[in-house]
């Protein structure tokens, strides 16, 4: 059996008295994306700081790339990658000049670096602009050229602090195929995120982030079934037939004004179904019908939220 990629257990950070992790547990597979939900503040970037292990914790333990993270990181950095919220990119050089440092850094040969640069620079669609003072860069190719040089060192495990942050949509769009295509060559991707749409067509498992704790975790469509909410609408024109299919539907909730009626449910084909069958039995037929449900908007408002109020963040909801 594989070890997962990242497994944690009961992380803790204070900064004199402020606590910033509570005892968080994550468990990443290897070739998966996971994305790490959370308000500012809510303690994501410590989180990549101690599994990347630029800062200590103050309790618990973990295991990035099989390596304890107490007693092997030498060994936990030379399987990670880490890009940050803030470019690591040198302006004053050029982008075949920044790769070629990282080179350096890697220990790698003159021949060896120059190869890597190359193919890099390829891939990530830089090789026109490689000549170029990357202070001339837009937002998105930095960004390209910064996780360019994050694989110079072929890690394994790459950690993504909020990486599309200040991005165009077709930027966004851009990094996000680069990053499918990193998983698919079998790469591990860690991912803090505040876009909620980010993390629902990335992510295979999230976890969200509230004052310190994990308030919930699972993949989007298992966080969306967490909030309720969900329920077909059904919308007709004519009067006679709305008192019917009210009478049809004594569950419904009903709006008289605007002749429609509203289901609670979780969306599914089989209660979608069951609603239609009832009508059909009824001889009625609906002008409309729609089905909504929730999204990870209301998954990330009903999990987090003013420190003053209570939320579900108190206790936490794994789904398995």
Request: hydrophobic share 40%.
């Amino acid at each position: 059996m594989t070890h997962p990629a990242i497994a944690a257990n009961g992380l803790r950070k204070s900064y004199g008295e402020k606590v910033v992790l509570d005892g968080i547990d994550l468990t990443v597979p290897q070739g998966s994306v996971f994305a790490l939900l959370g308000p500012n503040g809510a303690g994501k970037t410590t989180v990549v700081k101690i599994l990347s292990t630029l800062i200590a914790t103050d309790h618990g333990q973990a295991r990035v790339g099989g390596h304890d993270l107490a007693t092997e990181s030498q060994a936990v950095r030379a399987a990670i990658g880490v890009t940050g919220q803030f470019s690591a990119v040198d302006g004053l050089i050029t982008g075949e000049e920044n790769m070629l440092l990282m080179a350096d850094l890697h220990h790698l040969s003159k021949r060896e670096g120059r190869r890597v640069a190359a193919e890099l620079l390829e891939r990530f669609d830089l090789v026109e602009a490689a000549k170029k003072p990357a202070s001339t860069y837009s937002g998105g190719m930095k960004r390209r050229l910064d996780i360019a040089m994050t694989l110079v060192g072929d890690p394994r495990i790459i950690f993504l602090d909020e990486p599309t942050t200040g991005l165009d949509p077709r930027s966004r769009h851009t990094m996000w195929q680069i990053i499918r295509e990193l998983v698919a060559g079998g790469v591990t991707v860690f991912l803090t995120t505040q876009y909620l749409e980010e993390a629902d067509q990335l992510a295979d498992r999230i976890a969200v982030l509230d004052n310190g704790k994990i308030a919930a975790e699972g993949s989007a469509e298992e966080l969306k079934r967490l909030i309720p909410g969900g329920h077909i609408r059904l919308r007709f024109t004519d009067p006679s037939t709305y008192r019917s299919a009210a009478t049809a539907l004594r569950e419904a909730t009903r709006d008289d004004e605007a002749l429609t009626l509203q289901i609670p449910g979780d969306g599914s084909h089989r209660e979608l179904r069951a609603v239609l069958d009832q009508l059909e039995a009824a001889d009625v037929e609906a002008d409309e019908v729609s089905v909504h449900t929730p999204d990870l908007d209301d998954v990330f408002f009903a999990l987090t939220g003013p420190a003053d109020l209570p939320t579900q963040s108190q206790s936490k909801e794994t789904v398995r």
